[in-house]
């Protein structure tokens, strides 16, 4: 589709949100958010006709892009038949879904509770984990992010939860393995997963492993920097989990359904845990949707036990319907086994060879279309870029590449010093490339910064 420029609307949806609409994570006078006219596929555009390459799919959630025909039919068809239905009922469009997530998962992760997103599946997954166990206590990692509501925001290791933290939320943060910016003073993956699997647990030893109910973990960390797990780590915590008694909880909020190269990124390393929370792209975003899926010893744990929880939207019939049609289109369309082949043969080699040309660039990681590029001011000290938690003027440097990347087309994921990349899943080979020649431009402005 080509944008036609439309300023006086672009200027009128403008006036309006300025006037009305509150935004999160934002200081309101603030930001600039742009008007936006129309999406498709990978691009979206303002406007004034200016179209960008979203290398944010979103809030890395339109895995399949924007606008799939198919999905947009089977929203229009449900919303023919049932736009809605209270979620005491069996409904087609919730039972096939439950039955087509339950199929992908792994292991035995069979029963399925649907949330609004991610956030309140996490909520309920930690619910869950107290009820079944009759612990207390949550283990979460730094360099996290869980979701915005309460608890999820607790649990969560970046700022973000600063402001909302009181102490009694019972949750007691740890490091996990990262090596480039190593808190164990390791010098290899080995060391580093070996190191970071002593540290949680001399954490559950001494923080009581009678009084820790779950350990939640994202399978690959999103939002915190796309830090690949070692080999070895998430099996490692699966053990520690049994021989303490704890619940292990994956959110794969951000990293289920294909943005990994798999359907789930506990596939990339053969784990299985008591609970497992997904949003996202399990409809693409489309019509808000999450939930959790729950092993078969957690669910007899409700077998006849009330499960004190529950929400007015829970398995939303049009959502599910728009979560049955995309889990097709990713079969039918091989999604996940592109997000695989083109992220290993494209994007990580490109990546990789920008790295080569920009002093700018500490590191690349990532795997499928989910990829981060950590930049720096220095490569021997791999001091940041900006530093940690950065704003206004201490945060120009990531400013000046954000808004050269926008300049060059594409829409860029930036947080604090890094850029993700993090394109739909079902992005074609030439859309890659655009997106990483204009990514090669915007690290010219971000090489200015280097000393």
Known sequence: MTPQPNPEAGAAVKAADRAHVFHSWSAQELIDPLAVAGAQGSYFWDYDGRRYLDFTSGLVYTNIGYQHPKVVAAIQEQAARMTTFAPAFAVEARSEAARLIAGRTPGDLDRIFFTNGGADAVEHALRMARLHTGRPKVLSAYRSYHGGTQQAVNVTGDPRRWASDSGTAGVVHFWAPFLYRSRFYAETEEQECARALEHLETTIAFEGPSTIAAIILETVPGTAGIMMPPAGYLAGVRELCDKYGIVFVLDEVMAGFGRTGKWF??????????????????????????????????????????????????????????????????????????????????????????????????????????????????????????????????????????AAAKEAGIWPFVNMNRTHVVPPCNAGEAELKEGLAALDAALSVADDYVE
């Open 265 to 402: 990124a506990a596939d990339l390393y053969d784990v299985v845990p008591d609970l497992m929370t997904f949003a996202k792209g399990v409809n693409s975003g489309y019509v808000p949707l999450g939930g959790v899926a729950i092993s078969g010893a957690i669910a007899d744990t409700f077998g006849k036990r009330p499960y004190p929880g529950g929400l007015t939207y829970s398995g939303h019939p049009l959502a599910c319907a728009a979560a049955v049609a995309t889990i097709h289109v990713m079969e039918e369309e091989g999604v996940v086994e592109n997000a695989a082949s083109l992220g290993a043969s494209v994007v990580g080699p490109g990546l990789r060879e920008l790295a080569e040309r920009h002093p700018s660039v500490g590191e690349v990681r990532g795997t499928g279309m989910f990829w981060a590029l950590e930049l720096v001011r220095n490569r021997e000290t791999r001091e940041p870029l900006v530093p940690y938690n950065a704003a206004g003027e201490a945060n120009a440097p990531m400013a000046a590449f954000a």
